[in-house]
T-cell receptor
Framework: GAVVSQHPSRVICKSGTSVKIECRSLDFQATTMFWYRQFPKKSLMLMATSNEGSKATYEQGVEKDKFLINHASLTLSTLTVTSAHPEDSSFYIC?????????????FGDGTRLSIL | AQSVTQPDIHITVSEGASLELRCNYSYGATPYLFWYVQSPGQGLQLLLKYFSGDTLVQGIKGFEAEFKRSQSSFNLRKPSVHWSDAAEYFCAVGYTGGFKTIFGAGTRLFVKA
């Protein structure tokens, strides 16, 4: 089945650093990828929709300059948390839509646990 | 506005007992409906989906869900729960041409021996 790989699975870094998270569709092309944030014991909150070759669409309340999204190819989207602070600590999950099957549900990565000290 | 409600924050059932997780949605058109399961520290796995057609949908791991338009519900059921079913379950609705998905708050399932 369709596989989405997310890397790294866990990252711990100091406050003020920038962290990049990669989301790759391994066996399909994804024109659209989504980035979610999940707080402990909470649901997934959509942060942004990433479209290949164009700017990402951010949800209301999500800081564009804080969470930089790049979708340079049909198989890769990256989320960079810039100048990360402890309040950015969270579980980040990406998902991707298969270009060939646009009416099918998204395929999810396994998530990245980000901890800012 | 679109919304998904899972009224039960957590549910505890005995192993072998039946299970029903509730989900209600609010959406102006015919929705795409999903149930996902998430184990601790993991991503989401799709259990089943409804787009159209038969309102009783079969999924993986012995789960099924029934779409009831009149009640705006999409409840998840399983006739006999196994200890390995303990996890967080999310109901979700997909909408718009961009196929955004919004999630319910989730229901944590505990299984007791």
């Amino acid at each position: 089945g369709a596989v989405v790989s997310q890397h790294p699975s866990r990252v711990i870094c100091k406050s003020g650093t920038s962290v990049k998270i990669e989301c790759r569709s391994l066996d399909f092309q994804a024109t659209t990828m989504f980035w979610y944030r999940q707080f402990p014991k909470k649901s997934l909150m959509l942060m942004a929709t990433s479209n290949e070759g164009s700017k990402a669409t951010y949800e209301q309340g999500v800081e564009k300059d804080k969470f930089l999204i790049n979708h340079a190819s049909l198989t890769l989207s990256t989320l960079t948390v810039t100048s990360a602070h402890p309040e950015d600590s969270s579980f980040y999950i990406c998902s991707a839509r298969d270009k060939a099957f646009s009416n099918q549900p998204q395929h999810f990565g396994d998530g990245t646990r980000l901890s800012i000290l | 506005a679109q919304s998904v409600t899972q009224p039960d924050i957590h549910i505890t059932v005995s192993e072998g007992a039946s299970l029903e997780l509730r989900c209600n949605y609010s959406y102006g058109a015919t929705p795409y409906l999903f149930w996902y399961v998430q184990s601790p520290g993991q991503g989401l796995q799709l259990l089943l989906k409804y787009f159209s057609g038969d309102t009783l949908v079969q999924g993986i791991k012995g789960f099924e869900a029934e779409f009831k338009r009149s009640q705006s519900s999409f409840n998840l059921r399983k006739p006999s729960v196994h200890w390995s079913d303990a996890a967080e379950y999310f109901c979700a609705v997909g909408y718009t041409g961009g196929f955004k998905t919004i999630f319910g708050a989730g229901t944590r399932l505990f299984v007791k021996a």
